[in-house]
């Protein structure tokens, strides 16, 4: 092959028509632009005090939370997020990357699963729940992802005294004020049962 017969080569493959070139246009501008919209975080309130979770994963979270127990009242929920975060930072490191990496599956499950061009976090509450709900009832790999982050959300929201009713739970048998780890204090409640 020449040096000529590798420049028509090359023009015929740069040649486009009109039309195709308007149709890739198009076709990019949008991708790029559905593509930037789903990438980029929902802006949102701002949480302090956490040492695992980055805001966007507290935001996440704040949804599930909201969604999952029907906490309305955003200093609950800030409450909830940073006694979760404390929590979870207890845990192994693989424990945590797991936990984060089935976070951003959440986040991102509308556009995988459901066709929304939309973050977990910027869906209306209905779409929220049909969302979870896909979750519960999914694919075998899908159900303890939901299952940790419900049993997370539950944990952290009936951990409060003031919502044990809601469930009916009067407290524990020793009063908290008095409950001691002391294999002592163990030993005198047994006797006093026994009594």
């Known amino acids: 092959m ?67 127990t029907f ?11 940073v006694w979760m975060d404390q929590f979870l930072s207890t845990f192994s490191r693989r424990e945590k990357t797991e936990f984060k990496i089935a976070l951003k599956l959440i986040e991102h499950s509308p556009i995988l699963f459901h066709g929304w061009i939309n973050r977990f976090t910027s869906l209306n509450k209905d779409q929220q729940i049909k969302a979870l709900a896909s979750w519960k009832n999914g694919a075998t790999w899908r159900r303890p992802v939901f299952s940790a982050v419900r049993d997370l959300c539950f944990f952290s929201h009936y951990q409060k005294e003031k919502n044990w009713s809601a469930i009916g739970y009067d407290g524990p048998i020793v009063p908290l004020d008095r409950a001691k780890n002391s294999i002592d204090f163990k030993y005198e409640a047994l006797l006093a049962r026994k009594s």
């Open 2 to 68: 020449t040096q000529d017969d590798s420049k028509n080569y090359l023009n015929q493959l740069t040649k486009i028509n009109r039309r195709s070139f308007i149709r890739w246009s198009v076709f990019l501008g949008l991708a790029s632009t559905l593509g930037l919209r789903f990438l980029v975080p929902a802006k949102g309130e701002e949480f302090s005090q956490l040492s695992l979770f980055s805001q966007s994963e507290a935001r996440l979270m704040s949804s599930l939370l909201s969604v999952i």
């Open 71 to 81: 906490e309305k009242d955003d200093s609950e929920i800030e409450k909830s997020i």
